[in-house]
């Protein structure tokens, strides 16, 4: 049977709800949306931040109950770094593109005070990424691997006293760019009595600060009153292990102590399962939708707005993206027209100043040279003079020299005269 046909209606005129006088079909689609999402299968991004040795890998290999075969970090890395790996799964035929990324080195420097900002810019970098995808000409989202942060596990070191200082800075650095979910790790190493003061205090403090953790939605009916329950047990006390013990006829995973067993998926042990079926099995699509939805949006906006596109514009009327990316490239071109009157004004005047150097240089020189001139012809006459005096005091001399040559011979004849006489 033919369905009612919808007749589509100008924008501002009021939609008409009309029955269906029979099967048409589209109640398939959230059938076919299910088998797209399967067959495209789906992407999961979780960022471990804690201190080395906190039990983050071992936490992870029990969450995805495998081994991802992380290798123990260090404690003398000089800085934090961020490092990721990504893992294909499958679970019946669902397929699953995890990718843990862990803070190596994290909260092992003495200054400690920066220890937030590689993750920052490591979260921010993932935006980008997005972003630049998203902006391209020819983008092709649906390939592109989502690296952004979907859910950012806190390791809360478990010493009972409350949060050190380096878990609310970062915590509060990075609770509107993802979702925090704070956690205690290695739960077992603290008893029942001070668990339950610790989760309180942490509560407290985080409130205190004013720090937003990621809450389980409520807005749900079906899930509204465990997501409730839930959030009133964050932060989970979570225990981890890579060890399988025989319980009964079971094999458990689980930490095995001289005075006995503490088993992991036990509720009365610990929190990991809350956790699990709160972070993997329940709010999973939450947790992507929140990250794209506020986190992503919050980043593109910012980044938006730095670069100058607005929705509004100074009179308060909508713009489109146009109008403002024409009047940015009109801004653009008188700014780069005033640059250049700028540069050529300055290369004038700095032309004029070198002309004016050159021409100081020159008359300066020129007096050098007149000077020198002079005193070249004054010392020249000043050589003449001493010649033509030398020249005759020679003459003189040369005079002198003949009379006293006349003398002597006129001396010499007379007295040969005089001794023939006799
Ligand atoms: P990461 O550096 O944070 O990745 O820490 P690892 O997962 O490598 O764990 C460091 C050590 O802590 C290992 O010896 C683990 O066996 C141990 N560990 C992990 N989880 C727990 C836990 O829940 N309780 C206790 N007591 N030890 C744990």
């Not at 060890?243 to 009964?248: K, L």
């Not at 929140?290 to 730095?306: A, C, S």
Request: include cysteine.
């Amino acid at each position: 049977m033919a369905a009612v046909a919808v007749e589509r209606p100008p924008i501002d005129e009021k939609i008409r709800t009309l029955k269906l006088s029979g099967h048409v079909g589209f109640d398939s689609l959230p059938d076919q949306l299910v088998a797209k999402s399967t067959q495209n299968g789906f992407t999961f991004n979780i960022l471990c931040i804690g201190e080395t040795g906190m039990g983050k890998s071992t936490l992870m290999d029990t969450l995805f109950n495998t081994s991802f075969e992380s290798n123990p970090a260090p404690h003398t890395l000089p800085a934090v770094k961020l490092k990721s790996h990504t893992y294909e799964l499958q679970e019946s035929n669902v397929r699953l593109k995890l990718t843990i990324v862990d803070t190596v080195g994290y909260g092992d420097q003495i200054n400690k005070g920066d220890s937030f900002t590689a993750i920052v810019d490591y979260i921010d970098k993932q935006f980008d990424d997005y972003l630049q995808e998203e902006l391209k000409i020819k983008r092709s989202l649906s390939a592109y691997h989502d690296s952004r942060i979907h859910a950012c596990l806190y390791f809360i070191c478990p010493t009972g006293h409350g949060l050190k200082s380096i878990d609310l800075v970062c915590m509060k650095k990075l609770d509107s760019k993802v979702n925090v979910i704070p956690v205690i790790a290695k739960a077992d190493t603290i008893s029942k009595s001070e668990l339950t003061k610790f989760k309180q205090r942490i509560i407290q403090e985080i409130k205190a600060n004013g720090i937003q953790i990621y809450q389980f939605p409520t807005d749900d009916d079906t899930m509204a009153k465990v997501n409730t329950e839930m959030n009133n047990q964050i932060p989970f006390a979570v225990v981890g292990s890579t060890d399988f013990v025989r319980v009964g006829n079971k094999m458990l995973r689980a930490r095995q102590y001289p005075w006995g067993t503490v088993q992991v998926e036990n509720e009365s042990h610990c929190d990991f399962t809350k956790l699990r079926e709160m972070l993997i099995r329940t709010n999973m699509e939450d947790m992507r939708e929140v990250t794209h939805q506020r986190h992503y949006e919050l980043y593109r906006k910012k980044i938006l707005e730095t670069m100058g596109f607005s929705d509004v514009g100074q009179d308060n009327q909508p713009v489109s993206f146009q109008q403002t990316f024409e009047q940015k490239r009109v801004e653009h071109r008188e700014e780069l027209q005033r640059k250049e009157d700028e540069m050529r004004q300055t290369f004038v005047l700095r032309v004029k100043e070198k002309e004016t150097e050159l021409k100081e240089v020159e008359k300066e020189l020129y007096t050098k040279y007149d000077t020198l001139k002079r005193e070249h012809a004054e010392e020249k006459k000043r050589y003449e003079d001493l010649k033509k005096r030398l020249d005759e005091e020679k003459a003189e001399f040369q005079k002198r020299k003949h009379q006293v040559a006349t003398q002597q011979l006129t001396s010499h004849t007379l007295t040969l005269g005089k001794t023939k006489k006799k």
